[in-house]
């Protein structure tokens, strides 16, 4: 009898772990000058940011044309007193304008309708007016970036003051060694929406107690910079 050899053929599957690719909203990107990365997201939300800059300064271009020049005229033809003292009376009567003249019987005071004289008898108590000015400071600390071809700054402002501040922006220049100036820009806060004449709107206003963030792209053109310099700026839209 003749016996047939058996053959056992082992199949031998190796698997290979597929290789996870990244989807492009979370891809590094090396910066060339160092071992710092950033992703792609930063890069778009940098666009973003230059795009709403870009934005705001239309706006602002546009409502400093659409205010009636007529109220510049009324201003020069009229001229409006300084009112620095608030005087309130035992009948409850509050007088603003600006002591003229004193003395242990009486005061007169410029109002915006004319001089008038008060009986010290009269009086409860004089204050001074506090004028209506906005007050924009850095909150906290800014926060700088570095990159090959640029610097970054991150940061908020907030008004301290009593009186809204319109179109809010910050400035940043950058500086060699020897103070010379190498590149600035500016960037609009991210602040309250407000409604202008001619039926503009912007989001770069700051009422008074309110903050907003900024984010500035500055170049560095290829130059070491040795420091920098920081500077709020801001329009008076009525």
Request: with cysteine; net charge negative; proline share 5%.
């Amino acid at each position: 009898m003749k016996i047939q050899p058996l053959v056992y053929l082992f199949v031998i599957t190796v698997s290979t772990a597929a290789a996870q690719v990244p989807p492009a909203s979370d891809a590094l990107y090396k910066d060339t000058g160092g071992d710092r990365y950033y992703t792609v997201d930063e890069e778009i939300l940098q666009l973003k940011n230059e795009l709403r800059a870009l934005k705001e300064e239309v706006l602002m271009y546009k409502a400093e044309v659409n205010m009636p020049k007529i109220r510049n005229e009324i201003r020069e033809m009229v001229t409006v007193p300084d009112l620095a003292h608030q005087i309130i009376l035992k009948n409850g009567t509050i007088v603003l304008g600006t002591i003229l003249e004193e003395n242990l019987y009486e005061i007169k005071v410029q109002t915006l309708i004319g001089i008038i004289t008060l009986q010290r008898e009269q009086i409860k108590n004089i204050e001074p007016i506090k004028k209506q000015v906005p007050m924009l400071e850095f909150d906290g600390p800014v926060r700088e970036m570095t990159y090959t071809d640029k610097k970054v700054f991150l940061g908020k402002v907030t008004n301290n003051g009593n009186q809204r501040a319109d179109f809010v922006r910050v400035v940043f220049r950058l500086y060699d060694e020897v103070a010379n100036l190498i590149s600035a820009d500016s960037s609009f806060v991210l602040g309250n929406d407000m409604k202008y004449p001619g039926g503009i709107y912007s989001s770069s206003s700051l009422l008074p107690g309110n903050s907003g963030n900024f984010q500035c792209s500055v170049p560095t053109l290829d130059k070491k910079v040795s420091y920098y310099t920081s500077e709020i700026k801001y329009s008076n839209i009525e």
